[in-house]
């Protein structure tokens, strides 16, 4: 479990396929350094399990099934990622619960600045959008947002200059992919009516 408060920006060091099972290696500075091999780390929302660590080099072992469904096949040597890891008792939650199991890919549509104001429009699949609701949470690559307004095809959420500063939303680009989950609560009750 996850708060979609990112904690660290780490670096694609290296990525790789075996078969149906690929390798990820991430630098980071921080978190590296007080997770433990067998612990889970949300990278970019995806829920990873460690499998191996030096000083600043984080491994994982990322399923075939999880390569298809999230945009870490899109990664590349170098490339920014969102990084936090698992919650744990006493935590704060500053976000909202995410579980780190991805729903779907969705694509930038449009940016919007104004100022300090700054806007992301991401759409997603028709079938999903029962789980969106304006001021209700989703998680954009693993950030804990809230959704502003709900459209036939996606949704707009508004991002301040520090959650900019501080993940991998400064560098989006129109048409780029994120990955979603959408909130977990929503999906139950979804599930029950």
Known sequence: ????????????????????????S???????GWVNI?????????????????KTIMDFDVMGETFKRTNISKLRYGESVNLEGALRAGDQLGGHFVTGH??????????K???DNYSIEVAYPAEYKKLVVEKGSIALDG???????VGAGGAVV??????LKVTTLGSKRAGDEVNIEFDVIGKYVAGLV
């Open 158 to 163: 508004h991002i301040i200059p520090h959650t």
């Open 113 to 115: 600045y104004r100022g």
């Open 143 to 149: 950030i804990s947002l809230t959704v502003g307004t």
């Open 102 to 111: 991805i729903d779907c890919v969705g694509r930038i549509k449009d940016i």
């Open 1 to 24: 479990m996850f708060t979609g408060i990112v904690k660290e920006l780490g670096k694609v060091h290296r990525i790789s396929g075996l078969g149906g099972t690929y390798k990820l």
């Open 26 to 32: 991430i630098e980071a500075k921080d978190i590296a």
């Open 38 to 54: 067998g612990e889970s780390v949300a990278v970019n929302g995806i829920c990873l399990t460690l499998t191996g660590k030096n």
